[in-house]
């Protein structure tokens, strides 16, 4: 998977805080229904669907369509359990995939 | 898109997509809401797909986006649902509605207790000035629902 998302997680966390994650990940998100620099007609271009997921089980999950901004950014809390590896997938049109990963540290 | 006779139906774009039609069919119809798109883009279609026709409470739930946009491609807005966010108890989605975009549905979240508290921040487009409606379903299946109007001097494209 080439495309990366970045995630920003606090330098660490205690257990039974609410922390926030953020992710973002490029994309230019083509709506569709403008027209291209030759005039013809603009294809939809747009990322579908974001999963993040904490030591593999699902935290948050995004339905996208054209409305979301280019460059898809998304700031949502998580109440810490522990530690562990804080993941994001970006998926859309033409096979658009992006992945990153980031682990979350806990204090004590 | 349903058909019928001497009535018309409203049919929002996803059930329209969802029935498969025409590439060429569905062309038609996008021309035909360029041309609407001052009376409405569907967005009352699409409250009604997301709550299923029930009422909406304005309580327990805040939309903060700014007054003023200047520019309409990057709009932050923050939704805050007032939740205890227990294992029986919680938000469970969040959407966005655009009343003035070429596409009324803008993003739906889907939360758990896992997330503490029911919040959500992202950026999305304003074509023009509009309202813009968060819709969030608890657990329960209750509904809230909150309107904030947003003044755009630079329009966003066509989100």
């Known amino acids: ?108 | 898109m349903s058909k019928t006779e001497n009535k018309i139906t409203i049919v929002s774009r996803r059930s329209f997509i969802k029935t498969g039609a025409s590439a060429a069919a569905a062309l038609a119809v996008l021309g035909a809401w360029t041309d609407e798109a001052l009376a409405s883009n569907g967005w009352e279609a699409m409250v009604e797909e997301l709550t299923g026709g029930a009422e909406t409470a304005d309580a327990g739930i805040t939309l903060t986006m700014p007054e003023v946009a200047e520019d309409g491609s990057t709009v932050p807005f923050t939704v805050k649902v007032d939740s205890a966010m227990t294992d029986d108890d919680y938000v469970a989605e969040i959407s966005m509605v655009s009343t003035a975009n070429h596409q009324s549905n803008v993003t739906t979240f889907y939360m758990s207790p896992a997330n503490g508290v029911g919040e959500i921040t992202a950026k999305m487009r304003l074509g023009s000035t509009q309202d813009v409606l968060a819709i969030a379903k608890m657990s329960n299946g209750d509904l809230r629902m909150a309107k904030t109007n947003v003044r755009v001097t630079v329009g966003g494209c066509t989100g």
């Open chain 1, 1 to 108: 998977m080439a495309n990366k998302v970045r995630v920003k997680l606090p330098k660490s966390a205690k257990v039974g805080e609410i922390i926030f994650i953020k992710g973002t990940t490029k994309h230019p998100m083509v709506t569709g229904f403008g027209k291209n620099e030759d005039g013809s007609a603009q294809e939809r271009n747009i990322a579908r669907e974001l999963v993040v997921t904490f030591n593999g089980a699902e935290i948050l999950r995004q339905k996208i369509d054209t409305g979301i901004s280019t460059n898809p950014f998304v700031n949502f809390p998580f109440k810490v359990p522990g530690p562990g590896a804080v993941e994001f997938t970006y998926k859309g049109d033409n096979g658009f995939e992006a992945y990153g990963k980031k682990d979350l540290k806990v204090e004590g």
